[in-house]
């Protein structure tokens, strides 16, 4: 299972410092107080990032009042992995949440985007991040960490036949 969180973002051309930071950055701009700590995780330096909702932000769904974060380097980059929390409390929050996770991404993508070098890029490893994977939301989850030959959600409104598959995808 710990291959399942072994991260959720990659990004290129943009060392661990430096992600640490811009998501610290984010992190503060949307009301937490963040602590960064360095360890080392198997002989490698990583940066651990500690938030906990200061000032009310209602946008801000029960289950993120306390977030963990881990930024490690890899060989072109670094990456990101989301601890903390590894679920929702209450389904009902899921689109609060949805909202968070994907405001971060954005200003993560953005941020990488003005770099000076213009080399970096941001690579999903998971669809979601982990508090987003449970509470029967298969629909997004990335068709790697379904079973074998689980097919994933359809684009087309209709579930046609394997026929009707082939037909989609022959030119007219």
Do not use: C
């Amino acid at each position: 299972m710990e291959e399942h969180n072994a991260g959720w973002l990659r990004v290129r051309g943009i060392g661990r410092e430096r992600l640490a930071r811009y998501v610290s950055e984010f992190l503060s701009g949307a009301g937490y107080r963040v602590e960064e700590k360095n360890e080392l995780l198997g002989g490698q330096p990583a940066s651990r990032l500690v938030a906990d909702l200061a000032r009310p932000n209602p946008a801000v769904p029960s289950s993120f009042t306390h977030l963990e974060f881990l930024a490690s380097p890899t060989a072109a980059g670094s990456s990101l992995r989301w601890e903390v929390p590894s679920k929702l409390a209450h389904e009902s929050e899921r689109s609060r949440a949805q909202r968070l996770a994907t405001e971060l991404l954005s200003n993560l993508e953005q941020r990488v985007a003005l770099e000076s070098r213009s080399a970096g890029r941001i690579t999903k490893e998971s669809a979601v991040p982990p508090p987003l994977l449970t509470s029967g939301a298969s629909a997004a989850v990335p068709a790697s960490s379904r079973g074998p030959g689980a097919a994933g959600p359809r684009s087309s409104s209709h579930a046609g036949s394997s026929a009707d598959r082939s037909a989609e995808a022959e030119p007219s």
